[in-house]
């Protein structure tokens, strides 16, 4: 549910011209799984992983202040997803076993709101175009590879690990609401989003440093 929850927060977001601040709550989302490591695993974070956090907690008082309010989209996608990622390493299910029993969940709701949308003449699959359809049909699979990775995942390596290596998609996300979309970025924004690369920069060197 959480997993339906995070998927509609960030179609809300991207449909309403905020990708730049979905792609905040995916910065914030490792943070959160480092909380959950932490308070709930009793995981150890290094020094630079505590500078790296404290980072991302500086991020979202400036871009609060910038935004002139919370910046909820961002703090309900990393909610969801950081308790979605703490679901997944508790259980300790297989990965095709526990996409099943999440799509088992919500497929009702997906067809109760596909049907609605059908008899209302609102849907665009399979009335716009083709092309339309495809990538319809193309989206799902592009969503589920990740989701099969990450569900094999998370209950192997510490949440500590499993929310560093989510930088990557947030990172991605910025870059489309930035350079595609061309969302607006103010210069406080940026200082906001500046102290986030300051944080990931710790972590590689942390990291590089833990291995050597």
Same mark, same amino acid.
């Given at each position: 549910?959480?997993?339906?929850? +995070? ?6 977001? *991207?449909? +309403? ?5 979905? $792609?905040?709550?995916?910065? *914030? ?35 609060? *202040? ?7 989209? =961002? ?12 679901? #997944? #390493?508790? %259980? ?13 969940? %919500? ?8 049907? =609605?949308?059908? $008899? ?11 092309? +339309? ?8 699979? *592009?969503? /589920? ?29 910025? /870059? %489309? ?36």
């Amino acid at each position: 549910m959480t997993s339906g929850v +995070n998927w509609g927060i960030f179609l809300f977001a *991207v449909l +309403n011209g905020q990708v730049v601040e979905a $792609s905040l709550g995916f910065f *914030v989302t490792p943070l959160v799984s480092v909380a959950f490591g932490v308070a709930f695993y009793r995981e150890r974070l290094r020094p630079g992983q505590w500078a790296a956090v404290g980072l991302g907690a500086a991020t979202l008082g400036v871009l609060a *202040v910038e935004y002139g309010r919370p910046p909820w989209i =961002a703090v309900g996608l990393a909610a969801t997803f950081g308790t979605y990622g703490l679901i #997944k #390493k508790h %259980l300790g299910v297989g990965a095709a076993e526990g996409l099943f029993v999440e799509t088992s969940v %919500l497929f009702p709701f997906a067809l109760v709101y596909t049907v =609605a949308l059908q $008899s209302a003449g609102q849907a665009t699959f399979g009335h716009v175009s083709a092309l +339309n359809t495809a990538l319809g049909v193309g989206a799902g699979l *592009v969503v /589920l590879v990740p989701l099969l990775l990450f569900s094999a995942a998370a209950p192997r390596i510490p949440l500590t690990v499993t929310g560093m290596l989510q930088y990557i998609e947030p990172a991605v996300q910025f /870059l %489309l609401g930035v350079l595609v979309f061309r969302e607006a970025m103010p210069g406080l924004r940026w200082a906001g989003f500046a102290l986030l690369w300051a944080a990931l920069a710790i972590l590689a060197i942390d990291g590089l440093r833990a291995v050597r």
